[in-house]
């Protein structure tokens, strides 16, 4: 049994969704973000840098994991399933896992920040890091136009950059114009356990939609950016 500390944000959703793929037993320990919960002593004893999402493997003597790059990496490996056993080709998973860690996920919650939660809009910082994700979409899209998926079969790298660039509207960047990264989103999306790990736990809101729910949404976060909190929820 996997027990999975997590909240509903993109990091959180990897993790969900590969232990949907991998088919593993796993209990939900939802964490409350806006009240640090993921600042408690219990919690920092599993993940000392304070930051879902963590699991603990009840099957492997209580071993913790941290940083959802290295929680995907040893779920994939304990499984057997989602990495390639040879070199090159877990080099390639790897590769465009740490493109999404040093990449994807920064660029986008940076722009999430300027774009979304400050009140203040500072438009030549909106425009760096949008800008700088819709480079980095480029970069899928031109190795989509060859590839199926981002290392040839489907693997944790996918479910690692599909879970960012899938809320792409909620940091302000279309990919009409990005034809097979568009088709690689649709394509990933229609996966049941894809699905079933978006809604584990459940989004605070649709991260496409606007409204009522994304200005909620949306506050929450700007409060937790001024706390210095937006960096562990992700968002």
Not at 40 to 56: E, H, T
Not at 125 to 145: M, P, S, T
Not at 158 to 182: C, F, K, Y
Request: charged fraction near 25%.
């Amino acid at each position: 049994m996997i027990d999975l500390y997590t909240a509903a944000t993109p990091n959180g959703h990897k993790i969900s969704i590969a232990l949907e793929e991998l088919a593993l037993p796993y209990a939900v320990h939802e964490l409350n973000l806006a009240a640090s919960e993921q600042k408690q002593p219990w919690f920092l004893a599993i993940n000392p840098n304070g930051r879902i999402p963590a699991i603990v493997d009840r099957d492997a003597d209580d071993f913790a994991v941290f940083e959802s790059g290295a929680i995907l990496l040893y779920l994939a490996e304990k499984t057997g399933q989602l990495l390639p056993p040879d070199p090159k080709g877990r080099s390639r998973v790897i590769q465009w896992l740490m493109f999404q860690m040093g990449g994807i996920g920064p660029m986008m919650g940076q722009a999430n920040v300027f774009f979304r939660y400050f009140l203040e809009k500072i438009q030549p910082a909106i425009d760096r890091y949008q800008g700088e994700c819709k480079r980095l979409f480029r970069v899928l899209d031109g190795h989509l136009k060859e590839h199926e998926y981002l290392a040839d079969d489907y693997s944790i790298a996918d479910i690692a950059n599909w879970a960012w660039v899938r809320t792409h509207r909620w940091s302000g960047i279309e990919i009409d114009d990005l034809p097979q990264l568009a088709r690689w989103c649709r394509q990933i999306r229609s996966r049941p356990a894809v699905q079933r790990g978006i809604s584990t736990p459940p989004s605070a809101l649709d991260r496409d939609a606007d409204g009522e729910q994304a200005l909620k949404f949306a506050a929450e976060a700007r409060r937790m950016v001024e706390t210095g909190q937006s960096r562990d929820a992700g968002v």
